[in-house]
């Protein structure tokens, strides 16, 4: 049987934004399914019990997750500590895993927080340290094509919307930048491929940073 990968997009964004990226892991062998969560109205709550839900009941080991931008924090909240599930590793694209800095100065602008919905929490605040035994690898962007790096909030290097510094968490497996916007990040082959070596070995292609 064929492994098994759940999809989780970002914020303001929806399941289709992810139909690249799900192609290039079927034509791999991949079985594939896509998540879809409404990130300002529900939050990441909803979907981190949806995620645990269906992980236990795919027939299917191992069981990967892989997210862009929200959607790799939501991934590793959902497997964060608990131990019935399924075996399988995380990629997350482009995810503000210690916050982001746009998200904060949308927060201090009128209208800015009802922007960012029920996902505000995690966005303005981040992650605590990766201390699971789950192996996850992290693919940032360079290309600071996005409202953050015009307005300069963002500190370089960024893909735009997210720094490469805010992508960075303590005790994550694997880290690699590569020259991709955020929405890049869904269309960019090097980041299929470097999702696809960390989905099939549990780390990234030698050089990895």
Do not use: K
Not at 112 to 125: E, F, M, N, T, Y
Not at 131 to 158: F, K, Q, W
């Amino acid at each position: 049987m064929a492994e098994h990968v759940i999809l989780l997009h970002g914020i303001w964004m929806r399941g289709i934004t992810l139909l690249p990226l799900a192609r290039r892991l079927r034509a791999a062998g991949y079985a594939v399914e896509t998540i879809d969560y409404a990130s300002v109205f529900a939050g990441i709550g909803p979907v981190i019990e949806r995620v645990r839900e269906r992980m236990r009941a795919i027939d299917a080991d191992p069981v990967h997750l892989v997210g862009h931008s929200l959607g790799g924090v939501a991934a590793l909240q959902a497997t964060r500590g608990i131990g019935d599930l399924p075996a399988g590793h995380v990629v997350c694209l482009g995810p503000p895993l210690r916050g982001s800095a746009v998200a904060r100065s949308l927060a201090r602008i009128p209208g800015g927080r009802w922007l960012l919905g029920q996902s505000a929490a995690p966005l303005l605040d981040g992650l605590d340290a990766w201390t699971d035994a789950r192996r996850v690898g992290v693919i940032a962007g360079c290309l600071p094509i996005g409202v953050g790096a015009v307005t300069g909030m963002l500190e370089s290097p960024n893909d735009g919307t997210v720094s490469v510094a805010e992508t960075r968490l303590d005790g994550i497996g694997d880290h690699r930048v590569v020259a991709a916007s955020h929405t890049g990040l869904l269309f960019s082959s090097e980041a299929a491929d470097l999702t696809l070596a960390f989905l099939r070995d549990g780390r990234f292609v030698a050089g990895s940073v």
